[in-house]
T-cell receptor, first 113, second 113 residues
Framework: SQQGEEDPQALSIQEGENATMNCSYK?????LQWYRQNSGRGLVHLIL?????REKHSGRLRVTLDTSKKSSSLLITASRAADTASYFC?????????????FGEGTQLTVNP | DTGVSQDPRHKITKRGQNVTFRCDPI?????LYWYRQTLGQGPEFLTY????????KSRLLSDRFSAERPKGSFSTLEIQRTEQGDSAMYLC???????????FGPGTRLTVL
């Protein structure tokens, strides 16, 4: 069963705007990862944040992690039409360490040109 | 292209038939994962291998499902006596043990009529 919940389920913005997606989870984690999936395709890893980190940046991506609230956010700055995709958070849980990722249900991002 | 390939990309079958999917991971990766993804949902873990050993199976993996990785390289996932509820995208991923990022293939979309 899915552990994560993502908010919002769908997000539509204009090119150049920032997009923020949130993820909540339920159990203790080693790390949290964000993946992107274009329609009908496989997933592509975007960024990983470890449980002892609070914020991480990669290009136009900024990820925050609050382990006390069991939540994370992904910010995409200066969005482009090519950022249109589904975005999933995935947790590497301590109890299943190394054996699997547990994915949220995803946020469908549409960036309008 | 992540370097993980899956074959076939699409499979349409009739209920009750058997199907087999193949995954070729990145060559140096010793871990290989299978996930299932239904429309609008995040991927759900099915099973994973370290080298040729199948180390964990999800409760989702009923007796009709079997996976192998005979030489620790490519893997096959077989579904016997397919049911309409098996219709989904089957995703394969690989990585090196102790490395958290997973590299996903493009998936095999199964439609059971």
């Amino acid at each position: 069963s899915q552990q994560g919940e993502e908010d919002p389920q769908a997000l539509s913005i204009q090119e150049g705007e920032n997009a923020t997606m949130n993820c909540s989870y339920k159990t203790s984690i080693n790390n949290l990862q964000w993946y992107r999936q274009n329609s009908g395709r496989g997933l592509v890893h975007l960024i990983l944040i470890r449980s002892n980190e609070r914020e991480k940046h990669s290009g136009r991506l900024r990820v925050t992690l609050d382990t006390s609230k069991k939540s994370s956010s992904l910010l995409i700055t200066a969005s482009r039409a090519a950022d249109t995709a589904s975005y999933f958070c995935a947790t590497d849980q301590i109890e299943t360490s190394g054996s699997r990722l547990t994915f949220g249900e995803g946020t469908q991002l549409t960036v309008n040109p | 292209d992540t370097g993980v390939s899956q074959d076939p990309r699409h499979k349409i079958t009739k209920r009750g038939q058997n199907v087999t999917f193949r995954c070729d991971p990145i060559s140096e990766h010793n871990r290989l994962y299978w996930y299932r993804q239904t429309l609008g949902q995040g991927p759900e873990f099915l099973t994973y291998f370290q080298n040729e050993a199948q180390l964990e199976k999800s409760r989702l993996l009923s007796d009709r499902f079997s996976a192998e990785r005979p030489k620790g390289s490519f893997s096959t996932l077989e579904i016997q006596r397919t049911e309409q509820g098996d219709s989904a995208m089957y995703l394969c991923a690989s990585n090196l043990a102790l490395r958290n990022e997973q590299f996903f293939g493009p998936g095999t979309r199964l439609t059971v009529l």
